[in-house]
């Protein structure tokens, strides 16, 4: 197997992961939450509206949930809408 071979599979994950970032940032802006594609479309950045840290998210486990907050709260790929509106929860929240 040539090495263009070998990296295919991990370029094609890197796509998949990005395509469902940029559904999760679509969900949110939807709802009237700002969220920006970082680090070559590999993590969405969700500000909060007030000053905070903003919420890092990432694609984990084999492309299976985003998480957040450094992995300890997550929510299934295929339930966008449940994403974001979790998202949206984490955010709002003061003091944080």
């Known amino acids: 197997m040539n090495s ?3 990296v295919m599979p991990e370029i094609i994950r890197q796509q ?3 395509r469902k970032l940029v559904q999760l940032r679509d969900q949110l ?3 009237g939450v700002r969220a ?3 680090e070559n479309d590999s993590t969405l950045m969700v500000p909060r ?3 905070g840290l903003p919420v890092w998210v990432v ?3 084999a492309g ?3 998480a957040w907050d450094n992995n300890h709260q997550r929510h299934p790929v295929h339930d966008l809408q449940g994403a974001a509106l979790a998202l949206v929860a984490v955010v709002s929240q003061r003091g944080r």
Do not use: D, K, S, W
Request: glycine content about 4%; charged content about 25%; hydrophobic content about 40%.
């Open 64 to 66: 299976t949930f985003y």
């Open 36 to 38: 920006e594609l970082r």
């Open 29 to 31: 802006v939807g709802l």
């Open 4 to 6: 263009i071979m070998q």
């Open 59 to 61: 694609i984990e486990y």
């Open 16 to 18: 998949e992961n990005a």
């Open 49 to 51: 509206p007030e000053p």
